[in-house]
């Protein structure tokens, strides 16, 4: 006797016909041909199960906030964290929960099992902490959620950030964020990383930055974070997020950077439908997008993952906290349209983002935890294709959310030899 069995799923690595047992929380088979009887029996149909969808770069306390108190009217990252200050001036713990709340919610219906969120350390209240600490708290049953300490105006440009940042680790913020670019000068962005990076050593916390999100190819903040990383220790708990500059630097500077990068087992962390969004805003033509280089840093051997960072927010009006969009958008400017490229954009958004947020446990193999996806999608090429619907998400082998399938889709299986269209 099983709590759920899942009957004939296709999985992420092109195992077909396998059926998935899940008791007391865990997977407890994993096979073809399980016969056991079972609280609640679904039949996947030769459907994908994928273990959940994770978002390991987002801004929580801005999210929903659209139009409050008014809208990014250039469309660029600088007006945007002007209207963030704007915003963080008049909402309170209650409308950021509620925001908060409301976007978990649809986090956890499309798929999401796990999200990093950044949450702004600036101001004296730490408002935006106090709320995310509760959020944290709330949606524990159904979504692991960690924070990063964001110090939004600069650690060092904003006079009380440092002392807040601090205050905000001690109240149980997870992980250790900085913005070395938008410090006053490109030493103070130095320092900042290194003051930074010493705190998370302290405190043997993970550090992810908002690292030389810029046109600029001189903002080469990527580099010192790489040193610090390596010289404190660091490797593997530390993601440079955006890392946007990479995308305009000199091709002789670059060759220089990645092998460093590699030795500090930096992640990197691209936000592609904001990259593209934000980027390029002084250019006329040709147009940088801005996208970091994905395909050089993932061949060199860095862990790569995509985040989807906004959704309806001061620096972007859109998104569905759909993160089969972000690598359907990273695939695109990428250009990462072969067959594996294609395949591995979808373990970006997954896998490998569940390395970046550290997560335990993650995956579909016997023991682990029984949280995953049924979706309406024959492999993983084809999810990316259609943002497949989530027929069904489980969590802790339960069916926490589920969406009916769509009326009109068509998906053919990319595997050679095999052409039954599921409709
Ligand atoms: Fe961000």
């Given at each position: 006797?099983?709590?759920?069995?899942?009957?004939?799923?296709?999985?992420?690595?092109?195992?077909?016909?396998?059926?998935?047992?899940?008791?007391?929380?865990?997977?407890?088979?994993?096979?073809?041909?399980?016969?056991?009887?079972?609280?609640?029996?679904?039949?996947?149909?030769?459907?994908?199960?994928?273990?959940?969808?994770?978002?390991?770069?987002?801004?929580?306390?801005?999210?929903?906030?659209?139009?409050?108190?008014?809208?990014?009217?250039?469309?660029?990252?600088?007006?945007?964290?002007?209207?963030?200050?704007?915003?963080?001036?008049?909402?309170?713990?209650?409308?950021?929960?509620?925001?908060?709340?409301a976007y978990c919610d649809l986090a956890v219906a499309k798929g999401i099992g796990a999200i990093r969120t950044h949450v702004d350390t600036c101001d004296d209240p730490l408002t935006g902490v106090q709320a995310l600490l509760q959020v944290r708290e709330q949606v524990k049953p159904y979504l692991d959620l960690q924070l990063v300490a964001f110090p939004q105006d600069g650690v060092l440009r904003d006079p009380t950030a440092m002392d807040n940042t601090i205050r905000a680790l001690d109240m149980g913020v997870d992980v250790v964020g900085g913005i070395p670019h938008f410090e006053r000068t490109m030493a103070d962005g130095t320092a900042s990383v290194t003051a930074l990076c010493e705190i998370a050593a302290e405190r043997g916390l993970m550090v992810d930055m908002h690292c030389d999100e810029s046109d600029d190819p001189l903002s080469r903040h990527v580099?010192?974070?790489?040193?610090?990383?390596?010289?404190?220790?660091?490797?593997?708990?530390?993601?440079?997020?955006h890392l946007t500059s990479m995308h305009s630097m000199d091709n002789y500077y670059v060759s220089k950077l990645i092998p460093l990068m590699v030795e500090a087992g930096l992640h990197a962390l691209p936000n592609p439908a904001i990259n593209i969004m934000l980027q390029g805003r002084h250019d006329t033509y040709p147009k940088r997008r801005g996208m970091t280089r994905v395909r050089e840093l993932r061949d060199a051997g860095l862990n790569v993952g995509f985040g989807s960072d906004c959704m309806m927010?001061?620096?972007?009006?859109?998104?569905?906290?759909?993160?089969?969009?972000?690598?359907?958008?990273?695939?695109?400017?990428?250009?990462?349209?072969?067959?594996?490229?294609?395949?591995?954009?979808?373990?970006?958004?997954?896998?490998?983002?569940?390395?970046?947020?550290?997560?335990?446990?993650?995956?579909?193999?016997?023991?682990?935890?029984?949280?995953?996806?049924?979706?309406?999608?024959?492999?993983?090429?084809?999810?990316?294709?259609?943002?497949?619907?989530?027929?069904?998400?489980?969590?802790?082998?339960?069916?926490?959310?589920?969406?009916?399938?769509?009326?009109?889709?068509?998906?053919?299986?990319?595997?050679?030899?095999?052409?039954?269209p599921i409709v």
């Open positions: 006797m099983t709590d759920l069995l899942i009957k004939n799923a296709t999985l992420p690595d092109g195992r077909t016909g396998i059926d998935i047992a899940c008791n007391k929380g865990l997977i407890t088979g994993l096979e073809p041909g399980i016969t056991t009887e079972a609280g609640q029996e679904i039949d996947a149909g030769g459907l994908l199960v994928a273990p959940p969808f994770v978002d390991p770069h987002f801004h929580m306390d801005a999210t929903l906030s659209r139009g409050t108190p008014r809208m990014n009217v250039s469309g660029t990252l600088l007006e945007g964290i002007a209207l963030w200050g704007e915003l963080k001036e008049i909402q309170t713990i209650d409308m950021i929960i509620e925001r908060a709340l580099e010192m974070l790489a040193f610090e990383t390596t010289r404190l220790g660091l490797q593997g708990r530390v993601t440079g997020s927010d001061p620096w972007y009006s859109l998104g569905q906290a759909d993160m089969l969009d972000i690598a359907w958008m990273a695939l695109h400017v990428g250009q990462l349209s072969s067959m594996d490229d294609m395949r591995w954009c979808f373990d970006a958004v997954t896998e490998n983002s569940a390395r970046i947020m550290g997560l335990e446990g993650y995956g579909l193999a016997i023991g682990k935890p029984a949280h995953f996806n049924l979706l309406h999608a024959s492999d993983p090429i084809d999810a990316i294709r259609q943002r497949a619907t989530r027929l069904k998400v489980v969590r802790a082998g339960k069916v926490i959310a589920e969406t009916p399938a769509p009326i009109a889709a068509l998906s053919l299986p990319n595997r050679p030899g095999s052409a039954n």
